[in-house]
């Protein structure tokens, strides 16, 4: 079965602070997905990022950075010098090798991210 | 290019009643999706679909039904909505790995 957990809840950072969400996942796939999605107060779901299982190579965008290692099945995200418009709640997520019938993205159950002036 | 449109954005019913969520997609994917988003349990999978007549069950399918007709349109319907159908419903579609979601429906059952 496939996992995601995020341990982390709530974070409260003050802003230009840096602060790093974690990541956890489970599947018994060789080949599979992960992703981080951003979801503002307004409500939509905005998608950052997709990495998938056979590059662990660390990517940054701005002031977003993803860390992954397969060593211990996590993902983590990084935001560097934080600002107020990144609360957000985030969800990481995964997805399996094979699109079929049954292929689907499980979740996490999200880190909410409030970022204060 | 409007994306994943979802209507209606908002809806209050009381227990018992019906209704129909309707989620259109104007980017000609194969691959739609109903989840549901509550509080400390991020989004779980109620109904999916891999193409036009054709629906599958999720995580939690109880006590939804779901059509797709329409290649562009996936319907997602509560013959006797209950309080705890009280949620924040997204559709998405997808193209290769990525998902695309609408703005969401905030449905509340009174």
């Known amino acids: 079965a496939q996992k995601v957990t995020q341990a982390q809840t709530e974070i409260s950072v003050v802003e230009k602070e840096d602060v790093t969400l974690d990541c956890v996942y489970e599947t018994r796939d060789t080949t599979y997905y992960l992703f981080w999605y951003k979801q503002p107060p307004s409500g939509e779901l905005v998608f950052l990022i997709r990495r998938n299982s056979f590059d662990e190579q660390n990517e940054i965008s701005g002031r977003y950075s993803w860390n992954f290692q397969k060593s211990t099945s996590s993902f983590n995200f990084t935001i560097t010098a934080s600002q107020v418009v990144d609360s957000a709640v985030y969800f990481c997520a995964l997805s399996g090798r094979r699109i079929t019938i049954t292929e689907k993205l499980v979740f996490g159950k999200g880190t909410k991210l409030t970022v204060n002036p | 290019n409007a994306g994943v449109t979802q209507t209606p954005k908002f809806r209050v019913l009381k227990t018992g009643q019906s209704m129909t969520l309707l989620c259109a997609q104007d980017m000609n994917h194969e691959y739609m999706y109903w989840y549901r988003q509550d509080p400390g349990m991020g989004l779980r999978l109620i109904h999916y679909?891999?193409?036009?007549?054709?629906?599958a069950k999720g995580e939690v399918p109880d006590g939804y039904n779901v059509s797709r007709l329409k290649k562009q349109n996936f319907l997602l319907g509560l013959e006797s909505a209950a309080p705890s159908q009280t949620s924040v419903y997204f559709c998405?579609?997808?193209?290769?790995?990525?998902?695309?979601f609408g703005e969401g429906s905030r449905l509340t059952v009174l």
């Open positions: 998405a579609s997808r193209r290769g790995r990525e998902l695309f």
């Open positions: 679909s891999v193409g036009e007549g054709t629906t």
